[in-house]
């Protein structure tokens, strides 16, 4: 790995620290040659302290180390990406990050998603929201309304019109998410479960 330790007049590169799994922005860093050399070779991730004016191994005193799984250098040799999985909260503060938020997965626009049935759940109207008047119906017309997307699915996949296919697909999706929240699972019990299996 060629990092250019030169550019600073102290000899220090930022290291941006990421959770392996979730993807997670965790904490900003400083790294010397000196404690580059230390992560690696010990496998937790190592600082140096501009406050002490030493080398810090994260979790030398809470016991919270950052266990390295990753480093990628940037285009300019001079910032570091340091992926990790965590043991225990980062922040000295005891939140899981340095911005005081969960380090949870997300997937994105599903998640974001998942959040918007769940509001609907409680505090739609089921008479004005699809969401909620599919929950009022109960969890055998939820499973039944999933039953008949993914029949629609795989009609449409037998045919030759994508639109019509991603659609269904849309709408699988979108039942199969509030299937889920009836059940009282989230999109990551899933993920969670495809994990276990992965060889």
């Known amino acids: 790995m060629n990092v250019d330790f030169s550019k600073n007049t102290d000899g220090l590169i930022p290291a941006i620290i990421q959770d392996s799994e979730t993807k ?20 937790k ?18 016991g919270h180390f950052l266990h390295l799984k990753g480093i990628k250098n940037d285009c300019d040799n001079d910032t ?25 997965p997300s997937y994105g626009f599903l998640s974001d998603l998942e959040e918007t049935i769940k509001i609907r759940r ?12 599919l929950f009022a119906k109960g969890i ?13 699915v795989v009609i449409e996949a037998k045919d030759a019109n994508d639109d019509l296919f991603l659609s269904e697909s849309a709408d699988l999706l979108f039942h199969y998410l509030i299937l889920l929240q009836a059940k009282g699972f989230q999109l990551n019990d899933v993920v969670d479960v495809l994990k276990k299996r992965q060889k």
């Open 140 to 152: 055998n017309k939820i499973a039944q309304k999933v039953g008949e997307e993914a029949v629609e």
């Open 45 to 62: 991730v190592t600082f140096f302290s501009r406050s002490k004016q030493r080398l810090w191994t994260k979790g030398e005193e809470s």
């Open 122 to 133: 409680e505090n739609a109207d089921s008479e004005q929201s699809y969401v909620a008047s």
């Open 24 to 43: 997670n922005v965790l904490m900003l860093g400083y790294m010397n040659a000196e404690a580059l050399q230390q992560t690696l070779d010990t496998q």
């Open 80 to 104: 570091l990406l340091v992926q990790v999985h965590p043991q225990g909260p980062t922040c000295h503060t005891g939140a899981d990050t340095c911005w005081q938020e969960n380090n949870e």
